[in-house]
């Protein structure tokens, strides 16, 4: 992992800190800029390191501290990400999973383990010891606390044949405008995001469930009589729905209730089945110069 | 308090003349398909979760009626989890439902669904993500705590005999299965893919808990296996949990597990070659834990699919002759039938649509499409992220020949975010775009879907990657639960629904029948409530 990458995830995780979990979240359509994303990504990894029960979450000013001693003392045996090189792995050592604030890792730095051909770092004071073990710590949760991954750069497709797909071939053109629906839709959404719903618009975030925009449906009863309205609910058995009077009808599905959902996705979900790997980067990559 | 009960089972203790007094004789378990006791998480070893029991039959079952509920109520928030949910599937024995939650193990009247004890673990760490249940040995019953402890319970008692800690909690393994007691061994298996550590599949001895062997998923170098890895280091980053109980076929003495993905999960430069013997299904000696055969189910994944799925064993005729069978339906969408005598290859066909492998080679075993594998811009898949099914019991009912499963179809995007030389723990995540859940009817012989019912929904698009599990009567019965919280009852044969109730919960576990005091029950756990069904409850 560089440096560069890291910094990124300390500043996820100090959203998390800045951001107590639980707190609401907004969902409206200014709500999808950068300090938004990195609140609820700050969210998501806390929510995450503790479900999988990771412990105490390190502090990512000593980390920070530690990170500087790290590098020029350790990296060149362990690895600049602690991953090993000719020393091993830190992340999987018990000496460092065990650990809580330095008191297993403090004297194996200090001491060094000269039957494996470690060094002494005597001269390291009980502070330096404390920020890298916290670095260590820190480590350790940006690889076991999977909430804190960052996507990378995915725009590697070509927006000029995007462009041709969205025109041609994808057949978005029958439905969507680039100056209406889709007017500055790069600036409104990540390229991850924007990828997702490109193929079918109500695909989640990875992790946390999204909004379900309300359908119509339409439900014709046994002896022909027909109710519309906004769907509540349906499944083998039931369906519900409000009318335009805001009134409540809940059914039951026996043979010849016949339940019709207005359902705009459905040649999104045709679609699914004829998508390449590179009609969907070329789409993303045009998509998102809709700034 | 519970005297009366005791009363009894000491007067059929000698009755039969019983040297020792004890809840479940081991022998019991090697009991194919038992009607008055489900002593193991499948209900036999078989994994078939087939009942012969008739008296719940096509023409009465719309009659099934709630015979009592119970509440696991548990006394303080658990740890990362909103809404607890029963993964366990209940023991029965002997007039109790012994069942689990994550950190908690209950203890309840199975006539009445009173309360007979309730034991509470404080975890030091651990994933909370289920707990499939308890294993049983005589009185005793066996326990896997999130944080790596089995422990040991008296079960007339709840009280605790031994604990024994079996996985590291701060090496990221967690433990969630329900050990499985064959003749005088625990099995007991463990989960984990935060951080790389090797999976392994342990055996200890029921009355003190001492390790008797340990089998490593990954080989040692120089070992068979090694070959399908890079270097040791590659090796020791291992994978491969046993999270979930196998089966066993008494006769062949062998015990069969599925392994899990190989880590780091997603990363996999650095780990090239197939990954023996993750992912897999391994037949093991129970008294030695050496490897017999292994069929390899996913080479060299990278989609977290782990291979652990239930491998169902049943006999059967194939072109005139009698085979000894083992069939799963692996959570890489591939329905798999193998000779369970040598793992000899006989079918491999997806149940599902999908994308991620070339076809099968000579083996049997599927070839993954390398442009398939996670990558930083998005690998487009035509299946589920969370795999074409998981971990909820799936059934096979001899009766029909047909293996039941609650399949998912779907589309989604694996993204690789670990792009460093050295990846380590998931590496990547998944990006899911639409999916439907779908009871699927498979004939074994074909690897054809006979019938399938797409479970309504309002939506189209159903989230999660658990789901309820199948039970199959000698009546022709279906047991099994939607996504909308309705436990169904369909006719397996074609697919009809023919009962159905509506919990406050989708089905979470397994269900499974019984014969008590005569009367057929059904059991089903749905988030933290058990529900009990028979046709005519008896209330005086």
Avoid at chain 1, 50 to 78: M, N, S, W
Avoid at chain 1, 122 to 142: C, G, W
Avoid at chain 2, 482 to 500: K, P, Q, R, V
């Amino acid at each position: 992992m560089h440096i560069s990458t890291r910094s990124v995830l300390v500043t996820i995780l100090v959203m998390a800190i800045a951001n107590a979990p639980g707190q609401s979240q907004s969902h409206g359509s200014d709500e999808n800029g950068s300090a938004s994303r990195q609140k609820q990504e700050g969210e998501r990894a806390l929510r995450t390191r503790e479900f999988l029960g990771l412990g105490r979450q390190p502090d990512v000013q000593l980390a920070g501290d530690g990170e500087k001693i790290y590098g020029p003392t350790c990296g060149f045996c362990h690895g600049t990400d602690a991953r090993g090189a000719q020393g091993p792995d830190l992340l999987r050592s018990p000496v460092v999973l065990d650990d809580d604030h330095g008191e297993l890792m403090g004297p194996v730095i200090q001491n060094g383990r000269p039957d494996k051909g470690m060094p002494a770092f005597s001269s390291l004071s009980e502070a330096q010891l404390r920020a890298l073990a916290e670095f260590l710590h820190m480590q350790v949760e940006l690889t076991a606390n999977r909430g804190t991954y960052q996507v990378r750069n995915i725009l590697t497709g070509n927006a000029k044949a995007g462009e041709t797909y969205f025109k041609g071939e994808g057949k978005c053109y029958t439905c969507h405008s680039v100056t209406g629906d889709l007017a500055h839709i790069g600036s409104k959404l990540t390229p991850v995001d924007l990828q997702a719903v490109e193929l079918y618009p109500e695909a989640r975030s990875y992790d946390f469930g999204g909004r379900h925009p309300t359908r119509q449906v339409t439900v014709t009863l046994a002896d022909g009589t027909k109710l519309s309205g906004s769907l509540k609910h349906l499944d083998d058995f039931y369906v519900s729905l409000e009318d335009d009077q805001g009134q409540y009808h809940s059914i039951t599905i026996t043979k010849g209730v016949k339940a019709v959902v207005d359902d705009k996705l459905a040649f999104h979900r045709e679609m699914l089945a004829h998508y390449t790997d590179n009609q969907i980067h070329d789409l993303t990559a045009y998509l998102v110069t809709l700034k | 308090m519970k005297s009366p009960r005791f009363m009894f089972l000491s007067l059929l203790v000698l009755l039969h003349g019983a040297s020792v007094a004890q809840l479940l004789d081991p022998h019991k378990l090697l009991e194919a398909e038992p009607t008055d006791t489900w002593p193991t998480y499948n209900g036999d070893y078989s994994g078939r979760r087939f009942s012969p029991l008739t008296q719940i039959q096509t023409s009465n079952v719309s009659g099934l009626a709630l015979a009592w509920m119970y509440r696991a109520r548990v006394p303080r928030p658990m740890r990362g989890i909103t809404n607890p949910e029963i993964k366990s599937t209940p023991l029965m024995v002997k007039g109790v439902l012994y069942f689990t939650l994550p950190d908690h193990v209950f203890a309840v009247d199975a006539r009445t669904g009173h309360e007979l004890w309730h034991y509470e673990w404080f975890d030091q760490g651990g994933h909370l993500v289920g707990n499939r249940g308890v294993g049983m040995y005589g009185d005793w019953l066996y326990f896997m705590a999130p944080d790596g402890w089995c422990i040991s319970l008296d079960a007339p008692t709840g009280k605790e005999r031994w604990r024994k800690k079996v996985a590291d909690e701060k090496m990221q393994y967690f433990t969630t299965m329900a050990p499985m007691v064959v003749g005088h061994h625990i099995l007991i298996g463990v989960g984990g893919d935060a951080i790389d550590v090797p999976g392994y599949l342990e055996a200890r001895d029921p009355e003190t808990g001492e390790l008797q062997w340990r089998w490593y998923t990954e080989p040692r170098k120089g070992d068979p296996g090694s070959e399908t890895w890079p270097n040791q280091a590659a090796m020791e980053h291992g994978g491969g949990m046993t999270w979930l109980p196998g089966t066993y076929d008494k006769d062949l003495n062998l015990l069969y597990w599925g392994t899990g993905n190989p880590n780091p999960v997603m990363g996999s430069h650095g780990r090239e070659g197939a990954n023996l013997w993750t992912c897999a299904i391994v037949a093991l000696n129970p008294d030695t834990g050496k490897l017999v055969w292994a069929f390899q189910g996913s080479p060299h994944d990278t989609h977290d699919w782990d291979n652990v799925e239930t491998p169902v064993l049943f006999d059967a005729t194939i072109d005139g002759k009698p085979r000894k069978l083992l069939a799963q339906a692996a959570r890489n969408g591939y329905f798999f039938v193998l000779d369970r005598r040598n793992g000899n290859n006989i079918l491999s066909k997806p149940f599902v649509p999908l994308n991620w492998s070339k076809g099968v080679d000579a083996s049997g075993q599927p070839i993954p499409d390398q442009r398939k594998e996670p990558s930083v811009d998005g690998s487009y898949l035509t299946i589920n992220w969370g795999g074409g099914t998981n971990w909820m019991p799936p059934s096979f009912s001899p009766r029909t020949g047909l293996f039941y499963v609650n399949a998912t179809l779907g589309y989604s995007l694996v993204y690789l975010t670990d792009t460093s030389e050295r990846p380590e723990g998931y590496g990547g995540f998944g990006q899911p775009l639409w999916s439907q859940h779908v009871l699927e009817a498979i004939d074994y012989r074909t690897g054809n879907v006979k019938w399938s019912h797409a479970y309504t929904t309002a939506d189209g698009t159903q989230g999660g990657n658990s789901g309820p599990g199948i039970l199959t009567t000698a009546a022709n019965l279906l047991f099994t639960g939607d996504y909308n919280g309705n436990l169904i009852a369909f006719n397996a044969t074609n697919g009809d629904i023919l009962w159905h109730f509506p919990a406050l919960h989708s089905l979470s576990n397994g269900p499974e029948t019984y014969l008590l005091d005569g009367q057929q029950y059904l059991v089903a756990g749905a988030g933290d409530t058990l529900y009990v069904f028979c046709l005519v409850p008896r209330r005086p």
